[in-house]
């Protein structure tokens, strides 16, 4: 019950961003409906060359899920009105600068805009509401593997926690493929928590199920988004620990080959065809010469300098990076930080002090190495592009919501949330529903 009343008031919010925000205000929303309206046409998967100048730009070699999904859902609207709209770009557009009083939007916007929607603007809307279909998923998913690892009571306000962070409400509320990838990757952290707490038992079909589902997950998100690389690594790591566990290397090799052959049955195609077209699987050759790209390598100094960025864009920085809250409120939110920091190091001390130590779930490292392998590739790609952005963190936002619990476990007992039924139904309802309290 509880959880169907997030889901619902998440999916109340990312509906009144969708509809609120005007079309193709959002980062790159303009190009990711591009590659849409191009498969809704029927003219098959984009061919990309450096620096292109088709409608799409550098989103021609994105990992194609996202955009067949919408294309399905889109593809019986006239959408010949597109290319007109895609010319209104406004040529004084402020991107990318939170300081701009003025010009703000990147399109010159009409009234043919507003509701009934029609043509481009109707399938945009369309792709918009798949995306907060993802972003369900996805909060759905992260509850799971918190519940799991935590226990219902604090994974709740945790999960509810960083599902209504703006950023993400805003992201989730856009057509972009970054949704597809935060339900996908959410739902392998879930299923790989699963497979380490509970083990497979039995013969036939039934042992392997859970190991197939996760291979397929795993197939869905490698086509998502490149950034899914390392989910990989982290079902690897899951299976080869598995394995030490229970003293069979044959669980390894058999487990190993069941996620993968369905995981390659779905992806495989994909990265054959970019080899095949660019002579790079990851055709990241063809994606850097259609970004911009710093003149030399970023030093630790420069990454250091845009941090600030990368945390006003993680909280909540909207339009094209352009529209931004006012300076108190990133202040307080610094502030938040500061005091999450000093819980990590007042849950550090309460460890180390307390016995005997309480046993710490070894599935909780799995999200954690999701985010330190997101943090690593942010790193190295910073190093080649300005891409201070926070929204390349929300595929690990179940592990932001572990630290932010981890935080929250320093607190005095009779500060934190029990073990329990939920308590902070008494903190903020003067009575308490059955089923909620």
Same mark, same amino acid.
């Given at each position: 019950?509880?959880?169907?009343?997030?889901?619902?008031?998440?999916?109340?919010? *990312?509906?009144? #961003?969708?509809? &609120?925000?005007? !079309?193709?205000?959002?980062?790159?929303?303009?190009?990711?409906?591009?590659?849409?309206?191009?498969?809704?046409?029927?003219?098959?998967?984009?061919?990309? %060359?450096?620096?292109?100048?088709?409608?799409?730009?550098?989103?021609?070699?994105?990992?194609?899920?996202?955009?067949?999904?919408? =294309?399905?859902?889109?593809? @019986?609207?006239?959408?010949?009105?597109?290319?007109?709209?895609?010319?209104?770009?406004?040529?004084?557009? *402020?991107?990318?600068?939170?300081?701009?009083? =003025?010009?703000?939007?990147?399109?010159?916007? #009409?009234?043919? %805009?507003?509701?009934?929607?029609?043509?481009?603007?109707?399938?945009?809307?369309?792709?918009?509401?798949?995306?907060?279909?993802?972003?369900?998923?996805?909060?759905?998913?992260?509850?799971?593997?918190?519940?799991?690892?935590?226990?219902?009571?604090?994974?709740?306000?945790?999960?509810?926690?960083?599902?209504?962070?703006?950023?993400?409400?805003?992201?989730?509320?856009?057509?972009?493929?970054?949704?597809?990838?935060?339900?996908?990757?959410?739902?392998?952290?879930?299923?790989?928590?699963?497979?380490?707490?509970?083990?497979?038992?039995?013969?036939?079909?039934?042992?392997?199920? !859970?190991?197939?589902?996760?291979? &397929?997950?795993?197939? $869905?998100?490698?086509?998502?988004?490149?950034?899914?690389?390392?989910?990989?690594?982290?079902?690897?790591?899951?299976?080869?620990?598995?394995?030490?566990?229970?003293?069979?290397?044959?669980?390894?090799?058999?487990?190993?080959?069941? &996620?993968?052959? !369905?995981?390659?049955?779905?992806?495989?195609?994909?990265?054959?065809?970019?080899?095949?077209?660019?002579?790079?699987?990851?055709?990241?050759?063809? @994606? %850097?010469?259609?970004? $911009?790209?710093?003149?030399?390598?970023?030093?630790?100094?420069?990454?250091?300098?845009?941090?600030?960025?990368? %945390?006003?864009?993680?909280?909540?920085?909207?339009?094209?990076?352009?529209?931004?809250?006012?300076? @108190?409120? #990133?202040?307080?939110?610094? @502030?938040?930080?500061?005091?999450?920091?000093?819980?990590?190091?007042?849950?550090?001390?309460?460890?180390?002090?307390?016995?005997?130590?309480?046993?710490?779930?070894?599935?909780?490292?799995?999200?954690?190495?999701?985010?330190?392998? $997101?943090? &690593?590739?942010?790193?190295?790609?910073?190093?080649?592009?300005?891409?201070?952005?926070?929204? #390349?963190?929300?595929?690990?936002?179940?592990?932001?919501?572990?630290?932010?619990?981890?935080?929250?476990?320093? $607190?005095?007992?009779?500060?934190?949330?029990?073990?329990?039924?939920?308590?902070?139904?008494?903190?903020?309802?003067?009575?308490?529903?059955?089923?909620?309290?």
């Amino acid at each position: 019950m509880r959880l169907r009343l997030l889901l619902a008031a998440f999916v109340l919010m *990312a509906t009144v #961003y969708s509809v &609120v925000v005007p !079309p193709f205000e959002a980062p790159d929303e303009i190009w990711h409906f591009a590659f849409i309206h191009h498969l809704a046409t029927g003219q098959g998967l984009p061919v990309s %060359e450096p620096q292109t100048q088709a409608l799409w730009r550098q989103q021609g070699v994105q990992a194609p899920l996202y955009y067949l999904a919408a =294309a399905a859902l889109t593809g @019986w609207i006239d959408q010949s009105d597109f290319p007109a709209l895609y010319r209104r770009t406004n040529p004084h557009a *402020a991107i990318g600068r939170p300081d701009a009083t =003025a010009n703000r939007n990147y399109l010159i916007h #009409y009234l043919q %805009e507003r509701w009934p929607w029609r043509g481009a603007i109707l399938a945009l809307h369309l792709s918009r509401f798949l995306s907060i279909g993802w972003a369900a998923v996805a909060v759905w998913a992260i509850y799971r593997t918190l519940s799991a690892l935590v226990g219902p009571a604090w994974a709740l306000p945790a999960t509810a926690f960083v599902a209504f962070i703006p950023q993400f409400v805003f992201i989730s509320a856009t057509a972009n493929n970054d949704n597809a990838l935060n339900a996908l990757a959410a739902l392998v952290l879930w299923r790989v928590t699963a497979l380490w707490q509970r083990p497979p038992s039995g013969a036939g079909l039934r042992r392997w199920r !859970p190991f197939l589902t996760t291979g &397929v997950m795993l197939g $869905l998100a490698l086509l998502a988004k490149l950034s899914a690389l390392g989910l990989a690594a982290v079902v690897g790591v899951t299976l080869l620990a598995m394995a030490w566990r229970a003293r069979s290397w044959r669980l390894w090799i058999e487990g190993t080959m069941a &996620v993968a052959a !369905p995981a390659l049955l779905i992806a495989g195609w994909w990265y054959v065809r970019n080899w095949r077209l660019y002579g790079d699987p990851l055709a990241w050759n063809v @994606w %850097e010469a259609n970004i $911009l790209l710093r003149l030399r390598p970023a030093d630790g100094r420069t990454v250091l300098a845009e941090l600030e960025s990368l %945390e006003w864009s993680f909280w909540g920085l909207f339009g094209w990076l352009n529209v931004a809250f006012p300076a @108190w409120v #990133y202040r307080g939110l610094r @502030w938040l930080e500061i005091a999450i920091a000093i819980g990590w190091v007042g849950a550090a001390i309460r460890l180390w002090r307390q016995r005997p130590r309480p046993a710490l779930p070894a599935a909780a490292m799995l999200p954690v190495v999701w985010l330190a392998l $997101l943090a &690593v590739s942010w790193l190295r790609f910073m190093r080649v592009a300005p891409a201070a952005q926070g929204r #390349y963190f929300f595929p690990a936002l179940a592990a932001l919501a572990l630290l932010f619990l981890a935080a929250l476990w320093a $607190l005095p007992s009779r500060w934190r949330l029990p073990a329990g039924p939920w308590r902070p139904c008494r903190w903020f309802w003067p009575w308490r529903h059955r089923h909620w309290c």
